[in-house]
C-alpha cells in the first residue's frame, strides 16, 4: 500500500470494514435472490457479479488515502458503486418495463 505510514495504518482499519460492507450487501442480495423467481433471480445474480467485480476494484486500490478519504465513512458507497453502473441500468430500466407492461396487461 502507498502513502505516509500512518496512512497506510489506519487504510489498513478501513479495507476490512469495506470487504464487510460488500458482504453484508451481497448476503442482502442473496437472500433477496433465494425468493425471487427465475427471471428476477437472474438479474439480481446479475447485480451481485457486478457487486463482487466492484468490491475486487476496490480492494485493489493501493493508495492509503483512497481508503481514508472515500471509505472512512461508510454509509451507502457500495450501493452507489453499483448504481453507477451501465449493466445495473440496463437491469433496472427492463425491470421497470416488465412491471409496467405487466400492469397494463394486469
Known amino acids: 500500500m502507498?502513502?505516509?505510514a500512518?496512512?497506510?495504518q489506519w487504510a489498513?482499519?478501513?479495507?476490512?470494514?469495506?470487504d464487510a460492507e460488500f458482504n453484508r450487501v451481497a448476503s442482502a442480495f442473496q437472500s433477496a435472490a433465494s425468493?425471487?423467481?427465475?427471471?428476477?433471480?437472474?438479474?439480481?445474480?446479475?447485480v451481485i457479479s457486478i457487486l463482487e467485480e466492484k468490491r475486487a476494484e476496490v480492494l485493489a486500490n493501493d493508495r492509503a488515502g483512497y481508503y481514508?478519504?472515500?471509505?472512512?465513512?461508510?454509509t451507502d458507497q457500495v450501493r452507489q458503486l453499483i448504481f453507477a453502473d451501465q449493466?445495473?441500468?440496463?437491469i433496472?430500466?427492463?425491470r421497470?418495463?416488465?412491471r409496467s407492461t405487466e400492469q397494463q396487461a394486469g
Open 35 to 46: 425468493r425471487q423467481n427465475p427471471l428476477v433471480r437472474d438479474e439480481t445474480l446479475a
Open 2 to 4: 502507498t502513502g505516509t
Open 92 to 94: 433496472h430500466v427492463a
Open 12 to 18: 489498513e482499519q478501513i479495507r476490512p470494514r469495506v
Open 68 to 74: 481514508i478519504r472515500d471509505w472512512q465513512e461508510i
Open 87 to 90: 449493466r445495473y441500468k440496463a
Open 6 to 8: 500512518s496512512q497506510i
Open 96 to 98: 421497470a418495463a416488465r
